[in-house]
């Protein structure tokens, strides 16, 4: 069943028919019409209107036949045409094949039967075309006889054949060049054989004759011929009576325009240059005449226009510009006029890429690693593969928190740069995205890229120095004033202010100092008295103001004596802030002394069986004991000496602590590796070995631990930082340090200056203490501590450095230098016999007052004055 989808189907309709019942034959038809009646004149004529061949049995013999359609319009508005052949006989093998030579004309190529008996087969074939399936109904002029004659000689017997290289068609145009001849295989072994025109001039086979197997020539001759289709029969026949029919064509047209090509394509990227064309344009006959060209489309240009003679070339441009065209296929045609000529139609097919925009960064991340660095203003670089060509671009709507150097210019393919700029105002604390899109308009086509912003933001705030600070006032000596420097976590200090809660202490601002002074005279004697200072920054994207916890005793002495306890201690840590030192003896309790007054003042109970080492927050207001008994963290607040908190922790007696503050977050540090947020009890971990004295720098940022101990010093190095990304992100990087046997050995104790910038350390050999290069841990100096063991480094809050041994007959166990290495002072803390225990040396928060532990569990208290 066929289903043409136009007008003229005819190469299904041809195909349907011939191989429907397996080949076809000459009509039977004359072709003359029958008063006018259509139903009376085929619908197909054929040429040869009778097949005629001779084959030998056993053979299949190759025959081609002409079909012409005598009525297109018949079949112009069919939805559907049902072909069929009556073969009687099975002459003809179904395997035809059908090619087009023009709209109305075809040629079959048919095949006979290899199994025909030796003899004379004639009929005919019955074709025809229907409207349905069930050919109910048939179309005007149907059906047709083809008639057939077919001589099938006894095997052995040579057969004589005549076969054409290719159909025997030609078409040529008045006054143009000839067709190309066609070249016809003969057969004939043994025999003469002569060809025949059928009286048709214009067809001239080469030779006329002749013998044998071998080549004829067959050429078409148009001259004297007027417009029109032109018919006959080619018989070739052989000395034995053979003979074989060949059905010969020829088409006459009349002159036309001609072009070196059947079609004109462009293929380009929509927006980018596209290359011209050269068309040739000539005529058939190759005369001289006056052409013009006009184009379908405005897209489309040709140029010229027009020219007064042929042969001549036209340039053909495209440009989508004109009517914004947008990627695709777009079909147009120029067409071509001559005087007395049918005009022709020159197909042309833009085919349009859809451009790339491409951004050289896929995202972009803006903040920093921490979230506080916002002076760098990343960029990419938008790209389109329209090569010089340049294309308006503009951004889609940015998120608040971000503005760009340009949001709309022009790009090709050099580039395009855009610059971000993080305004993180407008941004929330955290990690926040946006995916923003940069679209390039391209005639007709919008071309976007993506690109995913993030913003890292930390929480803004203002970092003191210290957040407590301790003043003592007496007869003799007195620390009443201290400046503080005061840092934007972004480094974009915008501004402060600065409020006491307390009369008795005044806070200045200058700059980004912050100057405490504190005025004794409305206190009573002997007292302690405490105090809040507020700073509250100017920038208003930073948050929550920061506070400096400040306390002041004034008493009613000056200490010029060391003073011992009568009880015996194990372990002891000062207050930050207070004059008081917290001592234990790893019992069950813990004794608070005033190291002004030389007394106990408290004792805080309920604390377990076992206590180990301890730590006071850095501004005082808690202290954190690690209690063995119970496996905890134990938090007692030290305003009110009330125990608060048990947090388990894996630790054991070799455990230390220590409190830091990176980027102004506290958190405890414990020697194993595991760190907690004071304020939330959130586990945290840190790359660190399992035991070790911790030390860190003021801004908590360096921390260091030394091993006790060994054979050679050992300190780890970690730079460590906190930033609320993700709800608070603990970023450490571990820094190689490897074994100074120059340090000594058997180290004891470390500590580091407020600024980083120095570390000191207290080991067995040599007996010095050390000072060293953070940066490659290198000595950079010794501090002499008389014949005794250093075990003990200890700094005051203003800078002092301490110096404790191990010596049980010596005048000093205890030196003091100013920060440049000068000795100011040397102290005996020790009974004679006893020694200092490691890393039981500590420092009142005024760093007026020194207080240590003996091996026989003494603590004394030493004034060390201003």
Not at 580 to 596: C, E, F, K, S, T
Request: aromatic share 6%.
């Amino acid at each position: 069943m066929l289903r043409p989808s136009s007008a003229y189907a005819l190469p299904l309709l041809i195909a349907a028919l011939l191989t429907g019942c397996g080949g076809g034959g000459g009509g039977g038809n004359s072709g003359t019409p029958d008063n006018g009646n259509p139903a009376a004149t085929p619908a197909l004529s054929f040429n040869p209107s009778t097949v005629r061949a001779t084959v030998s049995a056993g053979t299949s013999l190759t025959l081609n036949v002409i079909a012409t359609v005598t009525r297109p319009g018949d079949f112009a508005n069919a939805a559907s045409v049902f072909a069929s052949v009556v073969d009687s006989n099975g002459v003809i093998v179904p395997n035809a094949q059908v090619v087009r030579d023009s709209d109305t004309q075809y040629h079959a190529v048919l095949q006979t039967a290899p199994s025909l008996a030796a003899g004379t087969y004639t009929g005919n074939f019955s074709v025809r075309l229907c409207r349905d399936s069930a050919c109910a109904a048939q179309f005007p002029g149907s059906p047709m006889q083809l008639p057939y004659n077919l001589q099938v000689v006894p095997a052995g017997q040579l057969a004589f054949t005549a076969t054409p290289a290719v159909a025997l068609n030609a078409t040529a145009h008045l006054s143009g060049a000839a067709p190309v001849p066609v070249s016809v295989a003969i057969g004939g072994e043994g025999r003469n054989w002569s060809a025949s025109t059928g009286g048709a001039a214009w067809l001239k086979p080469t030779p006329a004759s002749g013998s044998g197997s071998g080549t004829l020539s067959v050429a078409f001759d148009a001259t004297g011929l007027a417009v029109g289709d032109y018919s006959t029969t080619l018989t070739i026949t052989a000395s034995d009576g053979q003979s074989v029919a060949l059905p010969v064509a020829l088409s006459v047209q009349p002159s036309g325009l001609t072009t070196n090509t059947g079609g004109v394509v462009f293929n380009a990227i929509n927006g980018a240059p596209i290359a011209t064309q050269v068309v040739a344009i000539d005529t058939d006959d190759h005369s001289s005449l006056a052409w013009s060209a006009v184009s379908s489309d405005t897209w489309l240009r040709v140029s010229p226009a027009s020219g007064a003679s042929t042969p001549s070339t036209m340039v053909l441009t495209v440009d989508p510009t004109v009517a914004a065209l947008a990627s695709g296929s777009y079909p147009g045609s120029i067409s071509l006029k001559a005087n007395n000529l049918p005009a022709r139609s020159l197909p042309v097919t833009l085919n349009l890429a859809k451009p790339t925009l491409s951004s050289s960064l896929n995202s972009i991340s803006l903040g920093g690693t921490y979230g506080r660095d916002f002076t760098v203003n990343p960029s990419l670089t938008l790209s389109l593969n329209t090569v010089t060509n340049a294309w308006p671009w503009s951004l889609g709507t940015l998120p608040a928190w971000v503005t760009a150097n340009s949001a709309s210019t022009s790009v090709n393919q050099t580039g395009a740069t855009v610059a971000f700029t993080a305004k993180p105002a407008a941004a929330q604390v955290g990690i926040t995205s946006a995916l923003v899109t940069a679209t390039a308009r391209v005639n007709g086509d919008s071309v976007p890229a993506q690109v995913l912003l993030t913003i890292n933001k930390d929480k803004h705030k203002l970092i003191p120095s210290e957040t407590g600070v301790g003043f003592s006032a007496s007869p003799g000596w007195s620390r009443l004033t201290r400046t503080l420097t005061v840092s934007d976590n972004y480094n974009t200090f915008g501004g402060m202010s600065a409020a006491s809660d307390q009369g008795w202490l005044v806070a200045g601002v200058n700059a980004n100092k912050l100057i405490l002074t504190a005025d004794p005279t409305p206190l009573g004697p002997d007292t302690l008295n405490i105090a809040t200072v507020t700073l509250t920054p100017l920038d208003a994207d930073a948050s929550a103001p920061e506070t400096v916890r400040v306390a002041l005793w004034k008493g009613t002495r000056t200490p010029v004596a060391n003073v011992s306890t009568v009880l015996s201690y194990s372990n002891v840590a000062t207050d930050p802030i207070r004059p008081y030192a917290y001592v234990h003896n790893g019992g069950a309790y813990i004794d608070v002394y005033n190291l002004y007054k030389g007394q106990k003042v408290a004792t805080i109970t309920g604390l377990g069986a076992s206590l180990g080492d301890m730590v006071t927050s850095s501004n005082g207001d808690y202290l954190f004991l690690l209690n063995l008994s119970s496996r905890t963290i134990t938090t007692i607040d030290l305003n009110t000496q009330q125990v608060l908190t048990q947090l388990p922790v894996n630790a054991d007696k070799s455990t230390r602590l220590k409190v830091i503050r990176p980027n102004g977050v506290e958190m405890l540090v414990l020697s194993n590796g595991a760190a907690y947020l004071t304020s939330s009890g959130v586990r945290l971990n840190l790359p660190l070995t399992s035991g070790g004295t911790l030390a860190a720098s003021g801004n908590g940022k360096s921390l260091l631990q030394q091993d006790e101990n060994n054979s050679s010093v050992q300190i780890t190095t970690l730079s460590v930082d906190y930033a609320a990304l993700n709800g608070g992100t603990l970023f450490t990087a571990r820094i190689p340090a490897a074994s100074h046997g120059n340090t000594g050995s058997l180290g004891q104790d470390i500590a580091v200056s407020a600024d980083g910038t120095r570390i000191y350390t207290a080991s067995s050999t040599p007996k010095l203490c050390s000072i060293l290069n953070p940066a490659d841990l290198g000595v950079l100096g010794y501090l002499a501590a008389g014949d005794g063991t250093p075990n003990n480094i200890k700094l005051g809050s203003d800078g002092r450095i301490f110096c404790g041994t191990a010596v049980k007959s010596a005048f000093s166990d205890v030196w003091m230098y100013d920060t440049s290495g000068k000795l100011l002072n040397q102290f005996r803390l020790a009974a004679t016999g006893r020694q200092l225990l490691p890393r039981q040396l500590a420092v009142s928060g005024d760093g007026m007052m020194m207080i240590g532990i003996t091996d026989d569990g003494t603590a004394t208290m030493v004034p060390v004055g201003p």
